[in-house]
């Protein structure tokens, strides 16, 4: 899927990935300009534990992996720049379990859930931040 946000905004200066986490999914967009396009979809599928904390503890760490991986292919060959938008309450578990080198060439991480909203929304709430 592509869009183009509103010429309200400045477009983005250079191409750039944008990954929408929640704890289950992380939906990876990227920018060039105004141009947005919709990727794919990173899930993670963790077995079934008798603890519900561990399990959520296990999807977040796996899933900041797939994110630390994908965010790593893009920035080594389309994009310069990264933004990732996480929920403020599993920010510090997500971003621990990431590679330290990744995140820190993130320009911005946004405490919020954009992942199930759709994109005119999300870029909205990206470039008000």
């Known amino acids: 899927m592509v869009i183009e946000f509103s010429t309200h905004y400045p ?76 929920p403020e309450v599993n920010r510090e578990q997500l971003l621990a379990a990431m590679d330290p080198a990744i995140v820190a060439k993130c320009e911005t991480i946004i405490p919020k859930n954009l992942s199930a909203m759709k994109l005119d929304v999300v870029m909205r709430i990206v470039l008000e931040h």
């Not at 250079?14 to 899930?43: F, P, S």
């Not at 077995?47 to 999807?59: G, P, S």
């Not at 900041?64 to 292919?73: E, F, N, Y």
């Open 11 to 86: 477009p983005f200066s250079e191409k750039t990935v944008i990954i929408l986490t929640n704890t289950e999914k992380a939906r990876v967009l990227t920018v060039n300009g105004r141009e947005v396009t919709e990727h794919e979809e990173i899930t993670v599928n963790v077995t079934e534990m008798a603890d519900f904390e561990a399990q959520k503890v296990a999807q977040i760490t796996a899933l900041a992996k797939k994110v630390s991986k994908t965010l790593a292919t893009f920035l080594s060959t389309t994009c310069t720049a990264a933004i990732l938008c996480v």
